[in-house]
């Protein structure tokens, strides 16, 4: 049972790392591969906070300043790599933050404050799984309200075409540096989560092959679509220990069953699951007079 429930809430924190990417990459067009990088600054800040201040207060109260604290210096790492690096396009600013995820993670390798190559320990569990979805659904109605709001259009006009935006007055790096920002703080949160779920933190939990699989949820679930990212992120998360559940001889062979699967999935939809679509829910429709 503890096993299930640590999978719940594990989909859980990919959706808020994968809505956070999605942010960057589906909705601004602006392509990210260090998003591992501010998951792991927010894991590691959550974690100090919770570790080495010992405050007398309630558990909770704890996870909620350690979750604010991870949220603001993940997204001040945003800041910092955006501005020198959002002026880049493609490929050139792929490099650029796969690069800037590596550093992060070299850093608390040779942090022994934090444990450096052995990993944080004893950090208290303080995450739980309504924590856990309390942040998902605020999340999602961040995500929601932001698009349909002014600066979710401005956004989404730049990935559409950067140079039209601009030719109408939008100030697009203002806009790919708020999104690059608010993407990098819910991958924070996220960390946050995940460091007060697992116990345990340590610089190979943030290699660059994590960038890549968050990546790969989003692109499964349909770039630009809240609903896509959320469905990807489950799928990535619980497919590879479904197949290690079928038996030792499927899952010596889980990985290569779980790429084979994806290749198709892929074929099959190349725009993702759900395309730039949303799932919505209507409760019946009012009656014409």
């Known amino acids: 049972m503890d096993y299930f429930l640590y999978l719940t809430q594990m989909c859980g924190i990919f959706m808020i790392l994968a809505m956070g990417l999605n942010l960057i990459n589906g909705l601004c067009g602006q392509f990210s591969l260090g998003h591992a990088g501010f998951w792991a600054v927010g894991a590691y800040t959550g974690a100090a906070f919770s570790v080495f201040t010992n405050l007398p207060l309630p558990g909770f109260i704890i996870l909620l300043i350690a979750c604010l604290l991870g949220f603001i210096t993940a997204a001040i790492a945003g800041l910092i790599i955006g501005i020198p690096c959002l002026r880049l396009r493609g490929d050139y600013l792929a490099i650029a933050t796969l690069g800037f995820g590596e550093i992060i993670r070299i850093i608390f390798m040779n942090m022994d404050s934090v444990g450096g190559p052995r990993g944080f320990t004893d950090i208290p569990k303080l995450s739980n799984l309504f924590w856990v979805y309390f942040f998902v659904v605020l999340s999602i109605i961040f995500c929601a309200n932001l698009i349909r709001g002014g600066y979710g259009r401005a956004i989404i006009s730049i990935r559409e075409d950067e140079i039209a935006a601009e030719s109408m007055g939008i100030q697009t790096f203002k806009y790919k540096t708020l999104a690059f920002c608010i993407g990098a703080g819910m991958a924070g949160l996220a960390g946050v989560l995940f460091a007060h779920t697992t116990q345990f933190i340590s ?57 084979v699967l994806l290749i198709l999935l892929m074929l099959a939809k190349p725009t993702g699951i759900l395309g730039k679509k949303e799932i919505t829910f209507s409760f019946g429709k009012k009656e014409k007079a």
């Open 203 to 259: 610089p190979n939990n943030f290699t660059f092959m994590w960038s890549v699989i968050i990546l790969l949820m989003i692109i499964l679930g349909g770039l630009g679509s809240i609903s896509g990212a959320i469905i990807g992120a489950v799928i990535l998360t619980l497919l590879p220990e479904l197949l290690r559940l079928l038996g030792p001889t499927v899952s010596e062979w889980r990985m290569v069953i779980y790429s």
